[in-house]
């Protein structure tokens, strides 16, 4: 199965809290990094644990899925009816059909906001 395909049945499954079938799609000794929040995640079970046990609430909308070879990047938007909403940018490795490694940037909408002196270079979104 391509790489990017993979990347999308990632997010597919954690969308449908399909946690046996996010568990197949990577590699036991999978490692994901979280550097915003100085965290790593070792090992496929760890990594299915942090999204099952994370606070329900939440939706996934996938905008953009980009391949090159083993390499995939993905930015999702995710929804939280408590928590506001968040994207991630995503940079993952799949080798041999599975997700080996990932490295997650995670912010919430606004909370870098914009300061005065660049409002007359930028347009607001």
Aim: net charge negative; glycine share 8%.
């Amino acid at each position: 199965m391509e790489p990017s395909r993979i990347v999308h049945q990632l997010w597919d499954r954690m969308q449908a809290r399909d946690w046996q079938g996010l568990g197949e799609l990577l590699a036991d000794e999978l490692v994901v990094e979280w550097p915003a929040s100085g965290e790593r995640i070792v090992g496929r079970e760890n990594f299915v644990r942090v999204n099952a046990e994370y606070p329900e609430g939440w939706s996934i909308k996938v905008l953009r899925v980009v391949a090159d070879g083993e390499t995939v990047v993905s930015e999702v938007e995710v929804p939280h009816e408590e928590m506001g909403v968040h994207r991630v940018a995503s940079f993952w490795t799949v080798r041999d059909g599975k997700i080996v490694t990932g490295r997650e940037y995670w912010t919430e909408l606004n909370a870098d906001p914009s300061p005065e002196w660049r409002a007359e270079y930028v347009q607001r979104m």
